[in-house]
């Protein structure tokens, strides 16, 4: 009985024990981390205070040398980020060949396999700066480019035998717009092309005209181009009309024979309809011309040229008269009208200066003359005639 008694005292007692003993290991096990988290205090005890602040509860992952970091592929400096190509810091595509940037950089691209003809034109020179072409006006508003040759090999081929009238299209360029000509005269080694019939239109306010001359066959290659060596300022001219004068214009007045003749500004630019172009010269042989067909006529104009103000007038020295005649014949011409220079009193630029035939004098004539008493250097950019009203 003794034996039993003490047998369950101690298995009491050892169970006790180990009740007690269980009960505190689950109190070490778990407790309360700062952030409301449970966390087993055996981990090692590395989180920091500033990782706890930052509502972490482990240490942070050391990334720099890992695969994934953010110095590796996919973070902000690798490709895709901002310093990529295709990355806002890249060239945009308007700065890359085939941009509207690049275009316009080249607004008088050069023909392939054709021959560049710059040298062989004659070059002007306007407020330092060089260009191939001058651009006419007119009295009926028309613009002209007139081009001069002056190399004879490329004369011969484009202009003898009006050739260029037949085996060659001239496409005139002004400030990137091509205009094909079909209209042309051709006056010594000039090529004068009307590019208001092409289609283009001068403005009356000045207005800066790069032009460029591209010469093609028939087939549409390019044979010869010509870039411009400048931008010509220039704006559509108006005559400026003589108040006094009345009538009704003669039109179709054609060139017969004159001081100059065939030259760059020989007595036919007085009748191509153009104050841009003009007589001017030293040369004071007869002008002769004459109508369609025989008109009475009571007046007659004479129009300034371009810079008559500049050079102080460059009017006949001591004056002109007008002769008519039926035939042209020498012996046939009878005296219209006589003027002397101070009759232009006050000259102007592309001014008419309209002059009255007495009625006595007046009749019925196809062939005209002026003839030029001077001993200076004159110059008239277009005559006109008028008859009396109807």
């Given at each position: ?14 169970f ?82 085939g ?5 316009s ?7 392939e ?16 700066q ?8 007119a ?47 051709l ?86 309809g ?43 020295s001591g ?60 110059q ?11």
């Amino acid at each position: 009985m003794k034996k039993l008694i003490v047998f369950l005292l101690i298995a009491s007692l050892v169970f006790a024990l180990a009740a007690c003993g269980g009960k505190k290991g689950d109190e070490s096990t778990t407790k309360k981390t700062t952030d409301g988290t449970q966390q087993s205090t055996d981990e090692s005890q590395a989180t920091t205070t500033d990782e706890k602040t930052h509502g972490t509860t482990t240490e942070p992952k050391q990334t720099s040398d890992v695969p994934g970091s953010s110095d590796q592929p996919g973070s902000s400096d690798q490709p895709g980020s901002s310093d990529q190509p295709g990355s806002s810091d890249e060239p945009s595509s308007s700065d890359e060949p085939g941009s509207s940037d690049e275009e316009s950089s080249d607004p008088d691209p050069i023909p392939e396999d054709a021959i560049d003809i710059s040298e062989m034109l004659m070059t002007w020179q306007q407020n330092n700066q060089k260009f191939n072409f001058e651009i006419h006006g007119a009295l009926d508003g028309k613009v002209a480019v007139v081009i001069n040759i002056t190399n004879d090999a490329l004369h011969q081929t484009l202009v003898q035998n009006e050739a260029v009238n037949s085996e060659y299209v001239f496409v005139v360029r002004i400030n990137g717009v091509e205009y094909t000509v079909e209209n042309f005269s051709l006056i010594g080694n000039y090529i004068r092309m009307d590019v208001e019939s092409a289609g283009f239109e001068a403005t009356y306010e000045e207005t800066e005209y790069r032009v460029s001359l591209i010469i093609k066959d028939t087939e549409g290659n390019a044979v010869y181009y010509c870039v411009p060596l400048g931008t010509l300022a220039y704006k559509l001219q108006a005559m400026t009309e003589d108040p006094n004068r009345t009538g009704v214009k003669v039109e179709g007045l054609e060139p017969v024979q004159g001081p100059d003749e065939g030259k760059d500004e020989g007595y036919e630019r007085l009748f191509d309809g153009r104050l841009g172009t003009k007589l001017c010269t030293l040369d004071y042989s007869p002008i002769i011309f004459k109508t369609q067909e025989a008109v009475t006529i009571d007046s007659y104009s004479l129009v300034t040229a371009n810079d008559n103000e500049l050079y102080g007038g460059r009017i006949p020295s001591g004056g002109w008269k007008l002769l008519g005649s039926t035939t042209g014949e020498d012996d046939t011409w009878v005296e219209l009208d006589e003027r002397v220079n101070s009759d232009i009193s006050s000259v102007a630029d592309f001014t008419e200066y309209n002059f009255k035939i007495a009625a006595e004098k007046q009749g019925a004539y196809q062939f005209y003359k002026i003839e030029i008493d001077s001993t200076s250097l004159y110059q008239f950019s277009e005559v006109l005639l008028f008859t009396a009203e109807e």
